[in-house]
């Protein structure tokens, strides 16, 4: 959340011309921590993707009631069907990929369940996406193939913020360097990246239309 708390001054820092928000999609919402934020910025269209059971029912019951926020319970990603997520009793760690290096590095947080879920490419998704150019993933190593299934969607976000890694976090995982590979051909530039201090293994980066 980093970035996005400070996406402002970040834009100011690195003297890029302001972009007007429409709407944002938020794919991997947990219990919906950054809701206050997007309202704080005056994002009032927003789909929030999470496909936990558990994790679902409390985003349902904190933002049921604003009219404006659209929830599904499904994963994404590049394919559809059903695929098996690796639990941990958080559930801020869960991932479709089996946990790798992440096991080490916090030897604390257990992977003890699985659960099934329904996993479909958001370019299938139906919702107007000109009204949306938002786009914030957090899905614990699996943003690219989510990027992959957004090829058409794409054409219309002006602001990526995306979890990245430097470590095989999770086996099979995507670097930043493939993340990069994959936005920049599309019109994006990455602007700025955030790592977290614990290792500086994993963190968040930001990618903007070119201007």
């Given at each position: 959340?980093?970035?996005?708390t400070?996406?402002?001054?970040?834009?100011?820092?690195?003297?890029?011309?302001?972009?007007?928000?429409?709407?944002?999609?938020?794919?991997?919402?947990?219990?919906?921590?950054?809701?206050?934020?997007?309202k704080?910025?005056?994002?009032?269209?927003?789909?929030?993707?999470?496909?936990?059971?558990?994790?679902?029912?409390?985003?349902?019951?904190?933002?049921?009631?604003?009219?404006?926020?659209?929830?599904?319970?499904?994963?994404?990603?590049?394919?559809?069907?059903?695929?098996?997520?690796?639990?941990?009793?958080?559930?801020l760690?869960?991932?479709?990929?089996?946990?790798a290096?992440?096991?080490?590095?916090?030897p604390?947080?257990?992977?003890?369940?699985?659960?099934?879920?329904?996993?479909?490419?958001?370019?299938?998704?139906?919702f107007?996406?000109?009204?949306?150019?938002?786009?914030?993933?957090?899905?614990?190593?699996?943003?690219?193939?989510?990027?992959?299934?957004?090829?058409?969607?794409?054409k219309h976000?002006?602001?990526?913020?995306?979890?990245?890694?430097?470590?095989?976090?999770?086996?099979?995982?995507?670097?930043?360097?493939?993340i990069?590979?994959?936005?920049?051909?599309?019109?994006?530039?990455?602007?700025?990246?955030?790592?977290?201090?614990?290792?500086?293994?994993?963190?968040?980066?930001?990618?903007?239309?070119?201007?």
């Amino acid at each position: 959340m980093e970035i996005l708390t400070h996406l402002g001054q970040i834009f100011a820092d690195k003297n890029i011309q302001p972009i007007r928000v429409k709407g944002c999609i938020h794919v991997g919402a947990h219990e919906g921590q950054e809701y206050n934020v997007y309202k704080a910025y005056g994002m009032n269209s927003m789909i929030f993707y999470e496909p936990l059971k558990e994790n679902f029912e409390k985003l349902k019951s904190r933002l049921r009631y604003d009219p404006f926020v659209d929830l599904r319970m499904v994963a994404l990603g590049n394919q559809t069907g059903e695929v098996e997520m690796h639990l941990e009793e958080r559930g801020l760690s869960s991932s479709v990929l089996e946990p790798a290096h992440h096991l080490e590095q916090y030897p604390q947080i257990k992977f003890d369940k699985k659960e099934t879920v329904k996993i479909v490419r958001l370019d299938d998704e139906e919702f107007p996406r000109e009204e949306y150019n938002f786009l914030n993933i957090d899905v614990q190593g699996y943003e690219l193939e989510v990027l992959r299934g957004a090829e058409e969607t794409l054409k219309h976000i002006d602001i990526i913020i995306s979890e990245v890694n430097r470590a095989e976090m999770y086996k099979g995982c995507a670097r930043i360097e493939d993340i990069d590979e994959f936005l920049l051909p599309r019109g994006f530039d990455k602007v700025f990246e955030y790592w977290q201090l614990d290792g500086g293994t994993w963190g968040d980066a930001l990618y903007v239309r070119k201007q």
